[in-house]
């Protein structure tokens, strides 16, 4: 049974991903009649779903993230986080949701959707990839500059395989110090031109097409930089900003024989300055082979743009361009150039994109509207597909991709919608068949809808829900009481009310309550915390709530949200703050409760009036501030940016013990530096994230960790996480992490990631 359960998992899931059979809808899988209830009952039968409902129970999603346009003006960050039934509720820095894509993506051609995971497992590239090309057999080359893909550890060049899976025996050497602009297949060798520089083999190299393995006997030694690789079916041709190659003086451009791998050294171009940035094998009037190079590179007639017969004669082609042309792609008898020029020909207005005649260069289209630098252009079949800063193409809005069709040039319906531009060398864009396209990018998200901070997300789509309002300025709170959603941050405005830093949201629509607490000033509230019949506010710069003076904290009594008489006021900030029984245990930044100007950092003080009550201590305080806390058990574990707590050594971490009153020694946990979040869950995890790099001296435990109070051991798993996380939630069975991140589980991740803390 098992094994026949494994030939179907294996059938299914090519059948299912392929792009020439893509899998069948899932939206009638209760119907017996319907080829989706068969196909759902297959998959049901193999991975033995015993669920009670006609589709699958495992999931398919994955959660969308939060972004920011380039170059971002702040952190991009989730802070805060809760839920409400099936709903993600995440609010903190950003300016879009997306999905967590990484940055290669399968476009449906028609729209510029993203495959659903479902259909094709994202790749998740982490770091950047500019190029693509076809492995011939419906699978891709990749190159950039990236370090993982699907989580596994590729060095800035891989192979995807059909049905959007990454080729575990293709595998170049394993380091950080690659950066490929340029590949190329010929054989059964792989073509890599870029930087190549871990084992001096330099920027233009060749390796194994199906193992990765370096050809050694391969050796043209360009002295700088390959931008771009053609061929014509015998011979290659380099392009670049190298001025000597193959132990010959050549700038720009060079031939190199494909069956000799050497240099072909009666091919010369006379360039005599400047780079080359893309080539064309292409033909010219007469339908003769002609090598059409553009970039910011010089000859003594001809700049930017130039052609050249396969022996490196230069033609008379001149379109002349006043400034650099990053990108040339030919359609019959036209070509089209893109870059960073505003005239053409000597001074016809044609700005980033212009069509000219590919005989003699003069202009034929030069109206296409694109209001900023175009990047990349790819012909695919009679499609004209372009990438850049661009905003809009002929008065249509398109954010940094677009297409044309051919030859009528008009903006098609394709709309991928980037959250951000587009640099030279751009993207590769590749035909994946059957109405798809694979676009590479240093984007790590596509399809994102505009969440200005604060966003809800469906648990089983990961997808935003509609309707959720704006804020002006980044959330760092939020807390849920019933339907009630008490939110805290620097806000000033939220769907064009006026809410200053602190505001009660109506659930489940997500309305603005009309009740308005009025703080004055500039305050930033940072944390919000509540019992059964009060909810505690904290924050910095905070002085006056409902015209009443409260300095660093306040309570609302949940009855008529009206402010109570709980004030312990702070002379300083409230960062955290914890319930336990009839205290409320205040951590911040702050040199005095009650007006003492004594007590510091850290102090319990009565939930009904906010009176100090000298716990943990009334004479020994943390030396710096304390950002978190949570209460596993009888303990509470506080981190912040201390370093002694009465001059006694807690590095960054320190656990109160309640029924010792007293802080335990040795320290069973501790950090090397910062720490934002602490949260202790049930099964006995303390989840610990922040800016460390090592928690109880071991390294790697980069921004987060995981404790168990009840073994008091930490956990060896490495979250492979890459910057702070600020928040954390437990829901069904899951753990959901948030934070500065963009990377974790070595994926590509948008601040959040759901998590079995196991992976």
């Not at 802070?79 to 967590?100: E, H, K, L, R, W």
């Not at 132990?247 to 190199?256: E, H, S």
């Not at 900023?372 to 850049?388: D, K, R």
Request: glycine share 10%.
């Amino acid at each position: 049974m098992n094994l026949l359960r494994k030939l179907f998992i294996i059938y299914s899931l090519s059948v299912g991903t392929f792009f020439g059979c893509k899998p069948a809808e899932l939206s009638n899988t209760c119907d017996a009649k319907t080829d989706a209830f068969l196909y759902a009952t297959i998959i049901r039968y193999v991975t033995g779903d015993r669920s009670p409902s006609c589709l699958p129970s495992f999931d398919f999603q994955d959660l969308w993230g939060v972004f920011m346009p380039t170059p971002p003006s702040i952190v991009t960050s989730i802070n805060a986080m809760t839920s409400y039934n099936d709903q993600i509720i995440i609010g903190g820095s950003f300016q879009f949701v997306g999905p967590s894509t990484g940055n290669v993506v399968y476009l449906e051609t028609a729209t510029g959707k993203v495959l659903p995971n479902r259909y094709c497992p994202y790749l998740k590239v982490v770091g950047t990839t500019g190029i693509a090309i076809s492995d011939g057999y419906g699978g891709f080359y990749i190159g950039g500059e990236f370090f993982a893909v699907q989580g596994e550890e590729r060095f800035s060049v891989a192979h995807i395989l059909p049905g959007c899976q990454l080729d575990r025996n293709f595998n170049v050497l394993n380091d950080n110090n690659k950066n490929i602009y340029s590949l190329l297949l010929a054989g059964d060798f792989l073509y890599l031109g870029g930087y190549y520089t871990d084992d001096n083999s330099g920027y233009l190299v060749r390796v194994n097409r199906y193992t990765g393995a370096l050809d050694t006997s391969f050796t043209p030694n360009p002295n700088t930089l390959v931008s771009d690789l053609e061929t014509d079916g015998d011979s290659l041709y380099v392009c670049g900003d190298f001025t000597n190659i193959g132990g010959y003086a050549k700038t720009g451009l060079a031939k190199f024989s494909l069956s000799t791998g050497l240099i072909i050294s009666s091919f010369t171009t006379t360039i005599n300055g400047g780079s080359c940035l893309d080539l064309h094998y292409g033909t010219d009037a007469n339908g003769s082979p002609n090598i059409y190079a553009v970039g910011d590179l010089t000859t003594p007639t001809f700049s930017r743009a130039i052609s050249f017969f396969p022996d490196g004669t230069l033609t008379t082609w001149n379109p002349n361009p006043n400034f650099k042309v990053n990108s040339i792609q030919q359609y019959n008898n036209i070509l089209y150039l893109a870059g960073e020029f505003t005239t053409i020909n000597g001074g016809t207005a044609a700005a980033n994109l212009v069509s000219v005649n590919h005989s003699t260069g003069t202009a034929i289209t030069t109206n296409f509207g694109v209001n900023g630098v175009v990047a990349t252009i790819q012909i695919i079949e009679n499609t004209l597909y372009l990438t850049g800063s661009f905003t809009a193409v002929k008065s249509v809005p398109r954010n940094y991709a677009a297409a044309l069709s051919l030859p009528d040039e008009s903006v098609t319906a394709f709309d991928p919608n980037y959250d951000g531009s587009f640099s030279n060398p751009g993207s590769g864009i590749v035909s994946a068949g059957n109405g798809v396209v694979l676009f590479t990018s240093s984007r790590n998200t596509v399809n994102v809808t505009a969440r200005n901070n604060f966003a809800v997300l469906d648990e089983v789509t990961g997808a935003p829900i509609e309707g959720t309002p704006y804020f002006d300025f980044p959330i760092k709170a939020l807390h849920r009481v019933n339907n009630r959603l008490f939110v805290g941050g620097s806000f000033t405005n939220i769907a064009g009310q006026a809410r200053n830093a602190f505001a009660i949201l109506d659930l489940p629509h997500y309305n603005v309550s009309p009740i308005n607490t009025v703080l004055t000033g500039s305050p930033e509230i940072r944390t919000i915390t509540s019992d059964e019949s009060q909810v505690y506010v904290g924050g910095t710069s905070l002085a006056n709530v409902n015209a009443q003076v409260r300095n660093g904290a306040f309570a609302l009594n949940l009855g008529d949200l009206s402010v109570s008489g709980w004030n312990p006021n702070l002379n300083g900030s409230g960062e955290s703050f914890l319930v336990v029984l009839d205290l409320i245990f205040l951590g911040g930044l702050y040199t005095g409760i009650n007006g003492d100007g004594v007590t510091t950092s850290y102090q319990a003080v009565d939930k009904v009036t906010g009176t100090k009550r000298n716990i943990p201590s009334s004479t020994s305080f943390p030396s710096s501030g304390v950002y978190a806390q949570s209460l596993a058990g009888s303990r509470i574990f506080l981190g912040g940016q201390f370093t002694t707590i009465g001059g006694v050594s807690y590095n960054n971490i320190a656990v109160y013990n309640l029924a010792t009153q007293s802080y335990e020694q040795p320290n069973p946990v501790y950090a090397d530096n910062i720490v934002n979040h602490i949260a202790a869950y049930p099964d006995g995890n303390v989840l610990i994230g922040g800016s460390f790099t090592a928690l109880n001296g071991v390294a790697n435990n980069y921004s987060l960790g995981v404790f168990n109070s009840n073994t008091n051991t930490l956990s060896p798993w490495k979250a492979s996480i890459n910057d702070v996380v600020y928040t954390s939630m437990y829901k069904n069975g899951k753990y959901y992490l948030g934070g500065a991140f963009s990377i974790a589980h070595k994926r590509s991740n948008g601040g959040l990631v759901r998590s079995s803390l196991n992976e």
